[in-house]
Nanobody, 123 residues
Framework: QVQLVESGGGLVQAGDSLRLSCAVS????????VAWFRQAPGREREFVSA????????YYSDSVKGRFTISRDNAKNTVYLQMNSLKPGDTAVYYC????????????????WGQGTQVTVSS
């Protein structure tokens, strides 16, 4: 089992930055990829970024590449999503998830999920 707890969401203005955190625990999470997804009202859950815990390899969707940075802190067992130059279109509930399929864009390939954290970007 892998447990994930997100934090760091909030209300910001366009152009601002925000950092989300995902605290990860469980016996074998270092064998997993940890990903961030987001879901806006009325839309499907969308892949944002992922990091392979063992190597630190990262992967981004085209919509956030160059603006968002995913990283991990081994000592704190935490994955971060640094979000810069935020846009109103980034408004969504952000979820972190864990699974073995690094680079997969499909939510069903990630069996473990956090509860989500709301990010709202005003124009």
């Amino acid at each position: 089992q892998v447990q994930l707890v997100e934090s760091g969401g909030g209300l910001v203005q366009a152009g601002d930055s925000l950092r989300l955190s995902c605290a990860v625990s469980g016996r074998t999470f270092t064998n997993y990829a940890v990903a961030w997804f987001r879901q806006a009202p009325g839309r499907e859950r969308e892949f944002v970024s992922a990091i392979l815990w063992s190597t630190g390899s990262t992967y981004y969707s085209d919509s956030v590449k160059g603006r968002f940075t995913i990283s991990r802190d081994n000592a704190k067992n935490t994955v971060y999503l640094q979000m810069n130059s935020l846009k109103p279109g980034d408004t969504a509930v952000y979820y972190c998830a864990a699974g073995r399929a690094f680079g997969s864009l499909t939510p069903r390939n990630y069996p473990y999920w956090g509860q989500g954290t709301q990010v709202t970007v005003s124009s």
